[in-house]
């Protein structure tokens, strides 16, 4: 019996951490929505590359409601003993955790696919709204600056947009050292010499470099999920 409350215990304040998080997360993903441009001024260039390819705000609200909902069946379920609850919630952390093996083996294995499917969509969008849409250009001038890289793939992808367009210059960031862009105009021949790698390739090289960390996370996050799911069955199984 004190093991059980023990547990019990445990798995209250374990899930009112996570209703915690899934409330900042929908509070972020609200304020990212409405204000994005503070949102990457406040945290930096870096935070801005996955914003090329998700609608960040509604990601995160959506997130936040799947946390906000997980944190709250958890904890109502072992408080009140709810079997339905602790049932739900089960069966919604099974869900999430087989989605993220699915993911993950889609990410290793398809690979070159996803570059030409998100080829086909961001450089269109480079080519008709870098240079005209302010937001636009300036998550992809946080990218670029962030990463050192140029474009999506390299610095054609720019080729025909409004920014070239314009200036008859490639952005800066495809020709120069970070430190120099603002001084010198990137034309096509610097951009042909100095071959600045795309951006998907060097977010994909980083990803490689830090591979033993961003593993070690993700083992843990599902080591986590597995405790969790014991527990809950654990607490299901033993009530009356």
Known sequence: M????FIKTMMILFNLLIFLCGVALL????WVSIDGPSFLKIFGPLSSSAMQFVNVGYFLIAAGAVVFALGFLGCYGAQSESKCALMMFFFILLLIFIAEVAA???ALVYTSMADHFL??????AIKKDYGSQKDFTQVWDSTMKGLKCCGF???TDFEGSPYFKKNNTFPPFCCNDITNTANETCTEEKAKNQVVQGCFDQLLYDIKTNALTVGGVAAGIGGLE???????????CNLQ
Not at 2 to 5: D, E, G, K
Not at 119 to 124: D, I, N, S
């Open 27 to 30: 509070a972020v993903g609200i």
């Open 153 to 155: 793939t390299n610095y």
């Open 2 to 5: 004190q093991c059980f409350s």
């Open 119 to 124: 080829t086909l969509l961001v450089v269109p």
């Open 104 to 106: 993950a083996v889609v």
């Open 226 to 236: 597995l405790a969790a799911m014991i527990v809950s069955m654990y607490l299901y």
